[in-house]
């Protein structure tokens, strides 16, 4: 692994505007209750041109490396998968986020993007049958590899391709729940105490507002807590998983939000011609013991956009 320095990292031992933001806006014991909800994520830097001294940890597009005999992820009935991103685990810094990911082999991201069928079919977390829309690969450290070629597609309306590579570089940084999330809500209100869910607590507007300038921009990372483009992605998740017709204010969904972390989000980056929606994001999320036992296969995904 890369050598880091913020190996059994804290809040405290690293610096960051979200921390200097909370201290500048909010009084003394709300931001200390914000600020200890903060997490550390890998985030993933485009350079599409990188310079000799540019560690590059993965990359956005291109075709993938797999090992033989594996074949190119398909959605059965609907096509091949498109190849999203891949990033290797081993040359991220050692000990600097607080999920168990691989300590060396690279993951590889591929989802159903609606280039054959024009987005008539898409994965809902609500609905199995559509999951295998969607796929998380380890590929262990020394496999032998081959670089696929993308699959024909035997159709002559159809043109399926690849994303535009761009090599990623990554920077260690702290990430902040969504302003909805209900954490968000308990740590930003008077005495921890929510007078209403469905309103953001009036004496952290401001601060509210300036958190919202600071993270906007493409931000692709793994680990930490999503950037939601709408509501909060683990609630997300814990919903459609507990069936259609489940109520969003259900016990449940936050008891079941809480086994959820995330794994990755890539966003929307013109560098790589990657377009989610509207300016959407993709989002893999895992259950921690999952990802311990490397079960990538119970990943699941969703996708936000405006």
């Known amino acids: 692994m890369v050598p880091c320095i913020i190996i059994g990292m804290t809040q405290s031992a690293l610096a960051s505007p979200l921390i200097d933001l909370a201290r500048r806006h909010l009084p003394a014991d709300v931001a200390e209750r914000w600020i200890a909800l903060l997490r550390p994520a890998a985030r993933l830097v485009p350079v599409p041109e990188p310079r000799p001294e540019d560690v590059v940890v993965g990359r956005l597009g291109g075709l993938p490396a797999l090992p033989e005999g594996m074949e190119w992820p398909v959605w059965e009935g609907h096509g091949p998968l498109s190849f999203i991103a891949s990033v290797d685990c081993g040359a991220l810094p050692a000990g600097a986020l607080d999920i168990p990911l691989p300590a060396d082999g690279t993951l590889a991201f591929f989802s159903f993007d609606g280039q054959i069928d024009d987005c008539e079919a898409f994965v809902c977390v609500d609905d199995p049958a559509t999951w ?5 690969v380890h590929i262990p450290a020394g496999a032998a590899v081959t670089e696929r070629p993308l699959p024909v597609i035997d159709d002559e309306d159809v043109e399926f391709e690849a994303y535009t590579e761009v090599p990623l570089t990554v920077r260690v940084e702290l990430t ?4 909805w999330h209900p954490d968000t809500m308990v740590a930003l209100s008077p005495a921890g105490v929510v007078k209403d869910p469905q309103a953001r607590p009036e004496e952290a507007e401001a601060f509210l507002d300036a958190l919202y300038d600071l993270q906007s921009g493409t931000d692709h990372h793994i680990g930490g807590h999503p950037n939601p483009v709408q509501n909060s992605v683990e609630y997300e998740i814990a919903h459609g998983l507990l069936g259609k017709g489940t109520r969003w204010d259900d016990p449940r969904v ?3 939000a809480k086994g959820w972390t995330l794994l990755a989000q890539i966003d929307t980056d013109g ?3 990657m ?9 893999w999320l895992i259950r921690p013991e999952d990802l311990a036992e490397h079960r990538f296969d119970r990943a699941m995904f969703t996708m936000q956009c405006c």
Do not use: F, I, N, Q
């Open 254 to 256: 936050a008891e079941d």
């Open 271 to 273: 560098d790589a011609d």
């Open 176 to 179: 902040a729940p969504d302003v």
């Open 275 to 283: 377009m989610w929606g509207d300016c959407g994001t993709l989002y």
């Open 132 to 136: 295998a829309g969607t796929r998380v």
